[in-house]
């Protein structure tokens, strides 16, 4: 697998497709280790769009912590589950509880977003792993809350979600914490960002290149 | 549910967000109907490009066709799970065959890609609907090739896979034939926006203000 590529035709256009991406973005990561660069190579992959070679941060700690929780194949928790079935090669559990019966309820009692109350509910359960975050600002914001007060066992967050609305502001309170993140600048990000960064590590544990 | 939104927090940020999206493309998509309006907001709204003013375009009778097809209940066909799990308020089916196990031996024995195989293999099913393409230009491109062969029935073409390579290609392949679509021009595409556009005809037939 290389780039989510199984066939020829499959890894020939990834193979092409990576250089393509190096000539427009080497500038912006050189001074990234490789499982780093394969990361916001990956983001920018998955968009066509060479603006995150400047946006994407990544936290000094952030792979190897990551990678370790990885190996030891504890929980990937995600805030939607486009993010969670974009995650195809793991070999532990992902989870995503947005879409729950019973935390649909909560939120609406406690008046906060489904995709808050999703990661309190995530705490509940008594997770220990990744975070990743693709859509949802306030998903983000509450884990921030929920790690900073040790309710809820995050070694990393991608933290990434998208919009005009919360989602920048929700990235920097991330990136000034000592939570282990990667994060995207300004509005921008997605599920096909977070789902890149996180397959970019499990592809860098796979191949034992770090 | 307003643009994917159920609580009343996540209805304001949806409202407000809309409302910085219209004052950053509305001369882009001043010509559009309502209906397309929407769609092309939406895509802004879900990867906080407003690059995507400028690059969507609609063919005059998909949004006509795509409703039809949905009015029915015809089946959705995607290329990727990260697609159809997008797909969460239709009443229909909604498909993708890409990781179905005779689809990959297929793709295997033809030196096809899994995404290729896997539109082959909706057209032997007898699939009818509308056809959701994201990710992979060889899906778009075998799905072209089919319809136009009368081997697959597509009532419209959602045609935004995402790449600098052979994606911007497939896309013009696809505005070039008499097929009802939608389509990115250049190299950016994806999930996300494939999923905003699929959506927002779901919420357009809902809301019957087409």
Redesign the interface.
């Given at each position: 697998m290389f780039m989510g590529?199984?066939?020829?035709?499959?890894m020939d256009?990834a193979t092409?497709?990576r250089d393509?991406?190096r000539s427009l973005i080497s500038e912006d990561i050189k001074d990234l280790n490789p499982a780093e660069k394969d990361i916001v190579e990956r983001i920018v992959?998955?968009?066509?769009?060479s603006e995150y070679g400047k946006l994407v941060s990544i936290s000094n700690d952030f792979v190897d912590l990551s990678l370790k929780s990885l190996e030891k194949h504890e929980d990937i928790l995600t805030d939607i589950?486009?993010v969670?079935?974009?995650i195809t090669q793991y070999d532990g559990n992902v989870y995503s509880y947005i879409k729950d019966e019973k935390v649909k309820e909560y939120?609406?009692n406690k008046?906060?977003?489904?995709?808050a109350a999703a990661m309190e509910y995530a705490a509940l359960e008594g997770f220990e792993g990744i975070i990743v975050i693709g859509n949802a600002?306030?998903s983000l914001l509450k884990s921030i809350e929920l790690v900073e007060s040790k309710d809820l066992n995050a070694r990393s967050i991608v933290g990434v979600p998208?919009?005009?609305?919360?989602?920048a502001d929700s990235k920097e309170v991330l990136a000034n914490t000592e939570i282990p993140h990667v994060i995207t600048h300004?509005?921008?990000?997605?599920?096909?960002v977070a789902?890149a960064c996180i397959n970019s590590l499990i592809s860098t544990l796979k191949n034992e290149n770090y």
């Open positions: 590529a199984s066939t020829k035709e499959g256009i092409e497709s393509i991406i992959h998955s968009t066509a769009d589950n486009m969670k079935v974009g939120a609406k008046g906060i977003t489904r995709a600002p306030t998208v919009g005009f609305v919360k989602a300004g509005p921008k990000g997605g599920t096909p789902v």
